[in-house]
C-alpha cells in the first residue's frame, strides 16, 4: 500500500487549498479514509474521514471549513480547505485503514500565513 499526498503549500488567511492523497494497492472506496494533521509540537490529530459508505467525520475546529472527499476514477482522496486559519499550519498526512492495517502517506506541509 503507498499514499502519496500532495498539494500542501504557503496561503493567507482566509484562502484555500485542496490537498490530495493517491493511493496505490487499495481502493480508496474501500477503505475508512483520513486526513490527520500534526502541528509544531504537538500530537498528530485527527481532521476529517471518510467511510466506504460515504459517511464523513470533522474535528470540530475544521467542521464547515474543510470537506473529505474522494474520486474513485482517480482512487484519490481530498481534503478541500476554505477559509484557513494561521492555527491551521501543519503537516497533513492521510490515512488508510482497512484488513491490512494502517498505513500513511509521507505528510504534506501546509502553512497559513495571518
Known amino acids: 500500500v503507498q499514499l502519496q499526498a500532495s498539494g500542501g503549500g504557503l496561503v493567507q488567511a482566509g484562502g484555500s487549498l485542496r490537498l490530495s492523497c493517491t493511493a496505490s494497492?487499495?481502493?480508496?472506496?474501500?477503505?475508512?479514509m483520513s486526513w490527520y494533521r500534526q502541528r509544531p509540537g504537538k500530537q498528530r490529530d485527527l481532521v476529517a474521514v471518510?467511510?466506504?459508505?460515504?459517511?464523513?467525520h470533522y474535528d470540530n475546529p475544521v467542521k464547515g471549513r474543510f470537506t473529505i472527499s474522494r474520486d474513485t476514477t482517480k482512487n484519490t482522496v481530498y481534503l478541500q480547505m476554505s477559509s484557513l486559519k494561521p492555527e491551521d499550519t501543519a503537516v497533513y498526512y492521510c490515512?488508510?485503514?482497512?484488513?491490512?492495517?494502517?498505513?500513511w502517506g509521507q505528510g504534506t506541509q501546509v502553512t497559513v500565513s495571518s
Open positions: 494497492g487499495i481502493s480508496v472506496s474501500a477503505k475508512t
Open positions: 471518510l467511510s466506504p459508505d460515504g459517511e464523513s
Open positions: 490515512n488508510a485503514v482497512g484488513n491490512m492495517g494502517s498505513s
